[in-house]
């Protein structure tokens, strides 16, 4: 168990960044202990602002000496809490962004390596500036930081084509709980030798170690883009279009999310500058992009001839293909503000979830009988990333609806549908992490000798408890 | 330490499968206790073949409580002696090749269940009975198992395009060191809950946990395809090529195989059947494949387009498409035959490594000024995966040569070639797995922190070491 950290312990870790790259004044610490949905406020006495890896080794040797718990942080644009301190005042906050240092960018491997500190969009510009893509994309990637990408195994509107965070690293630099650097830093597509350690460190939340540099991959940028708006019947007529997609364009289909006729009205009624393009109403929207880096692809006709054949096939309700940038961009612009006017419209209830792909129809249908059954004053506003099988299955408070009484309807309401997902081969965190949210769901519902083994492995590498304690595994 | 088996121990073991699932007369048992590559040949006393996850557990759980040191075995095609047991007698042999269920194919899903001895040949065809393509593919599909190839994160002549067998992977089943089960078989494309216990095992060559089943992803069927030789005049060349192909094409490049000049003479001149259909000679060759779902995607006339193009530009020396299925698999069989005509040839040192892609001219450069220098009686033959910046950097004894004076080079050029290897970023093992052939080498160069990680993760999840000992770490 972790100590409270001495005067002393305070000193030392001050000396082990150096002058100017701590703050204790309690004004300039606050915005370090609230988290991004204000879901937490926790209390620190120290943050910590390393410039390179050698000082971040020696803050955890630190730590590790005097069994003080640190709580690793980014962007600070996780939804579950993951990189907030606890009310204890006992945790100190180890801010990685000033490690934000792009070390090489390799177009002929077709990789770079960044620090942890790097926002995304700072990633994306330094491929982008040697014709190349990293392709990771989520609406916070202007703030969010690689670090937390990493240790959140990001995902976001790309992953049907590309994979989440994990399947775009090649190594990584990680500091381990007792100061020691493990520098696995290659920057191989194939390499056979021994155990996949840098996996268990994706997706921890800094619970086993501190990344503070990775290397990842990049690609070919896109030059053909065909972005389409699609009116559909229902989430299996969704299904079979994809499979069709699929087929006819293979990886090129980039993107494939799903819109429920609810969340666009939400969404133009609460959003300026957003339209519905479509001249027919359906009960589901697609947003669909092909993409390719050849420029002579042909992908708008290929998009057009598709459609035409689904609608022909009774599949598609009505289409409207982007035939400019600006059109795209409200297409994307119309996807990108669910959230938003849900947070005007009132209150809601979330749930990431995935499903296997083939399920997502079921899941839909019985999570919304669910809704209506336990939580009468809500109405589902349930959209994300079809293709792979993630829906944000979320719940707005109706027009008129009592706040407290459906807010209250909130923890039943988690239950029933993670019994469902679960029932359904599921998951209860598909994107976001556990953080400190899902903790206790986690540890209810995760198989037990899984379970077991994170706990052990989590002993094994932070056999003192100082990383990130009560995140992830409680 | 494990312990030899006592007769009682056996008797539980017997019991533990049941009747007629076990093998103890010498005759029955010999086949087991060689390598494929006849590098090693061990003894063991007893070979258990569990037709179901509850024998394996139970197996595991007699080893376990007795302590006998188990190796875990499939279709025995390791080119590293990952599934033999040592000379010592006490090994027991745990082949997995009667659990051979494909459990399901979800075609929605775009995954399959498929048990770990399920030929690898075989859940290619149950993938294509559902019109999918589970994408691995390698010479000795036929024999290896899925198992195995989990084990050893397999490679093959598709990684450009689908990744190795880790990327392949949704979930695992795996019986632990003390048998319990762990039972996360998810067929999920995205899942934050925790940490990625199922990397672990893949890769492992069965040191950590015995894998029973797994959850595979599948892809559409390429129906279009379009196939060539190219000859180039430098790897630097073939680089180059590669990089205008993936911008044209992108990921429809599935296959980007280098070929030298000295092994398409070899084949040709050992393999009955094996012609090289270029009118101009080459100092290399390309075996470059591009394939699509799509049966209009126009493959034959983008290849056509892009290596005329390159011809242009002087990267390529001369081309040809094959026109039928009869020439692409003409095409393949020059590139599959080339390890039999060095067998046909003489005697050869080999070397799976890896470097960056873009590094590969410096590795072909340095390495051969090494042969030259330190194996004067050999001459190279180095092939391979050059999308993927693994090169097989083999070195053939010279017609003439003293075959025991070539052999002799052996670990001195071994150690020169890992060394230039390491000291380009790269890997001593690109896809063939470590073994007990690598295991010196791999603890003498790996990051002593990630090898101490690696040997604390070992003792976590095999206290007893009675997982395949000897293999990857010593």
Redesign the interface.
């Known amino acids: 168990m972790p100590r409270p950290p001495s005067p002393d312990t305070l000193n030392r870790l001050k000396e082990a960044v150096g002058a100017g790259a701590w703050l204790d004044a309690p004004a300039d610490l606050a915005p370090f202990a609230v988290d991004f949905r204000q879901l937490y406020r926790g209390v620190t006495p120290l943050v910590l602002l390393p410039r390179d890896t050698a000082a971040v080794a020696r803050i955890l040797a630190v730590c590790d000496a005097d069994e003080v718990a640190l709580v690793p942080h980014g962007g600070n644009t996780s939804y579950c809490g993951g990189a907030t301190p606890d009310e204890s005042g006992t945790q100190v906050v180890l801010c990685l962004r000033r490690l934000n240092r792009v070390r090489q960018v ?1 177009a ?4 770079m390596l960044v620090e942890a500190g790097c926002t995304l969009a700072q990633a994306q510009t330094a491929a982008a500036g040697a014709a190349r893509l990293f392709p990771l994309s989520l609406g916070s990637e202007g703030t969010a930081q690689i670090g937390g990408n990493l240790s ?2 990001a ?1 976001g509107t790309a ?2 084509r590309y994979g ?1 965070m ?2 775009l690293v090649l190594g990584l630099e990680v500091v ?1 709980a007792d100061g ?5 830093l ?12 840098k ?2 460190f ?3 939340e800094g619970t ?1 170690g501190i990344i503070t540099a990775a290397s990842l991959k990049l690609f ?1 940028q896109p ?1 053909d883009a065909a972005t389409a708006l699609v009116g559909v019947d229902s989430p299996q007529h969704a ?1 079979d279009l994809l ?1 069709r997609l ?7 289909v980039t993107t494939f999310e799903l819109i429920p006729q609810r969340a666009v009205e939400l969404t133009v009624e609460h959003v300026p500058g957003v339209a519905n393009p479509l001249a027919q109403r359906a009960p589901w929207y697609l947003l669909v992009e092909l993409t ?3 420029p002579h692809q042909g992908l708008d006709a ?1 998009m057009t001839a598709e459609l035409e054949a689904a609608a022909a096939d009774g599949l598609v309700i009505d289409a409207m293909l982007a035939s400019s940038i600006a059109q795209s961009l409200a297409m994307w612009k119309l996807r990108e503000s669910v959230p938003e006017a849900q947070r005007h419209h009132g209150a809601s209830l979330k749930h990431d979830v ?6 997502v129809p079921r899941l839909i249908e019985a999570g919304s009988a669910l809704v209506q059954r336990l939580a009468p004053e809500g109405e589902i506003v349930s959209y994300g ?1 079809l ?4 829906l944000h299955f979320n719940v707005s408070q109706r027009a008129g609806a009592d706040r407290d009484a459906f807010m209250a309807r909130g923890a039943v309401l988690e239950r029933a549908v993670f019994d469902l997902v679960d029932s359904l ?10 953080g400190r949210l ?1 903790a206790a769901e ?1 540890a209810a519902r ?2 037990p ?6 706990r ?2 989590k ?3 932070d056999p003192k408890g100082i990383l990130n304690p009560g995140k ?2 409680i």
């Not at 290659?186 to 350690?197: A, E, I, M």
């Open positions: 390799d002929g491997n077709f990789s959140t195994n995902g992953v049907l989440m994990r399947d381990l020691r650097v493990m520098s696995t290659k920057s191989l597509r194939k390499d056979n030798t021994g155990y996949d350690v996996s268990l994706i997706g921890a086993l070919p030059a299904l499979g699929r087929t006819a364009a293979g990886d090129q390719s880096p050849n290929l995935s499903v296997p792909v083939s399920a990333h293709g792979d099988g993630n081969g599921g998951s209860i965190s598909a994107e976001h992490g556990i899902k986690f995760a198989d000798v899984e379970l077991s083994v994170m052990d492995l002993r094994t590498l992830v595994l």
